[in-house]
């Protein structure tokens, strides 16, 4: 393919890596020209330093053979205005905008491919739901969750006391029994992601990635020794666009929620919009706020400022406070390793939340879910099996995979397997498969129809 990024901000950049790793045609449109400088020396692409809303530059691009538009600029303006330029003066097939302005994303005029806008991407949102899906199951872990199939994937901190420190794969499947298969699909380990193999030792303070269906999974943590905790009281630091929406989320279930700012007119219209909810205008780095308005008596700490060192702190310090359950708002991969060695239960990232649903949507259409691992260093692709699919009726031992990639998980009929060797495709199942970046575009070769 070949796609055109406006931006290359955090999320363009990861984006654009992804994309060139994958092998695709990529040209960036940058107008900061140091930032232009950097891309131009980082990145095996063309980068061009201008406007994005210039017919010229459109066309320097090569926009007229694009397959796909994505513009991730910081205005939602110019990424819609962007979009309607290329529908109205180009033929290309995709035009995605990211749009953060909650009113904009959600209104009813991007049902109807509004400025020609196929996809409309907000990180909040997307980061909102996530934390939302990680209360609902407890705050435990990270979790990706597959639709119509109860398989899940969650992450696990290994500690000094864990039962999976110094034992292979193949030696933790012999000795621990949660009622249901599981697979180890992934460790961090030491900033490097490793794709493991039934004789991977698993060493104190890898986070490790386990598959299995929920249930399966929720007995295994409980043998681990992470027990469910009751969720009745949730203290939200941080009332901006993903605190407020997460409130939103959460406020529904029926639980109790606490939120702080510091900033008076947020407080202000989170009274208005959520009257039962306690609303506390006030600093979290005030050491005495804890005490005196007894925030430790909360089940969940939930941190989603903009400030991801903030995050991390206030996670941490709430826990060790006698909070039993930390959520984290961070984005860059190597705090989510500190993160978890500081007891912090979850983080969520808008980054990758915003990466995973671009990237599932630019991708053709036998893919169903992507979900990014450790900034771009690995990810999780769901494959759906279609009736011209060269692997059906092929036994999983005669697929040819390229290293560094494993077939986790089978769907079929809502079901979820965990397969042995002989286990044989059929057309509409759904593959759970995972890889690491330089393996993902020989992966899909080996899934996708050409």
């Known amino acids: 393919m070949k796609i055109v990024i406006l931006g290359a901000g955090v999320v363009g950049y990861q984006i654009a890596t992804q994309l060139i790793t994958e092998g695709h045609n990529v040209v960036i449109i940058e107008k900061d020209s140091e930032r232009a400088r950097y891309l131009d020396s980082h990145l095996d692409c063309i980068v061009l330093n201008d406007e994005g809303n210039s017919f010229t530059t459109l066309k320097k691009a090569g926009i007229e053979k694009a397959d796909c538009f994505l513009s991730v600029v910081n205005s939602d303006e110019v990424n819609m205005i962007a979009c309607g330029i290329i529908e109205s003066e180009f033929n ?25 806008i196929d996809l409309v991407v907000n990180p909040e949102v997307e980061t909102a739901r996530q934390i939302a899906n990680s209360v609902a199951l407890g705050a435990i872990s990270d979790v990706m969750i597959f639709e119509n199939s109860d398989v899940e994937i969650r992450n696990y901190q290994v500690n000094s006391k864990s039962f999976f420190k110094n034992r292979t794969l193949i030696d933790i499947r012999k000795i621990i029994n949660p009622g249901g298969k599981f697979l180890i699909a992934g460790v961090v380990r030491e900033n490097d992601f490793i794709i493991p193999s039934g004789n991977t030792t698993i060493l104190e303070d890898d986070i490790i990635y386990i598959i299995a269906s929920r249930k399966t999974l929720t007995r295994l943590f409980i043998e681990a020794g992470k027990k469910s905790v009751s969720i009745q009281k949730i203290l ?143 990810e999780v692709i769901e494959f759906s099996i279609s009736d011209k699919s060269d692997i059906i009726g092929v036994p999983l031992k005669d697929i040819k995979i390229p290293p560094n990639s494993l077939i986790l998980t089978v769907v079929r009929n809502k079901i979820n397997e965990i397969p042995d060797g002989n286990f044989v495709v059929l057309k509409g199942d759904r593959v759970i498969t995972i890889a690491k970046r330089e393996s993902i575009q020989a992966l899909e070769k080996v899934f996708l129809l050409n």
């Open 236 to 378: 939200i630091i941080g009332g901006g666009r993903i605190g407020f929406l997460a409130t939103r989320y959460l406020i529904r279930t029926g639980v109790k929620i606490t939120i702080i700012d510091p900033n008076y007119e947020i407080c202000k219209t989170l009274t208005e919009k959520y009257p039962d909810a306690l609303i506390i205008n006030a600093d979290i780095s005030d050491e005495t706020i804890f005490e005196e308005e007894n925030l430790s008596a909360h089940d969940l700490i939930i941190t989603t400022t903009e400030n991801q060192e903030l995050n991390i702190l206030n996670a941490a310090y709430g826990k060790n406070m006698g909070i039993g359950r930390a959520i984290a708002v961070v984005n860059h991969p190597n705090y989510m390793v500190i993160s978890n060695k500081l007891g912090i239960d979850v983080t969520v990232s808008p980054r990758d939340s915003t990466v995973n649903a671009i990237m599932k949507y630019i991708r053709k259409g036998e893919i169903r879910s992507v979900h990014t691992l450790f900034g771009v260093s690995a």
């Open 92 to 116: 290309v097939p995709i035009k995605i905008a990211r749009v953060r302005n909650i009113d904009y994303s959600r209104a009813k005029i991007f049902e109807k491919s509004f400025l020609g």
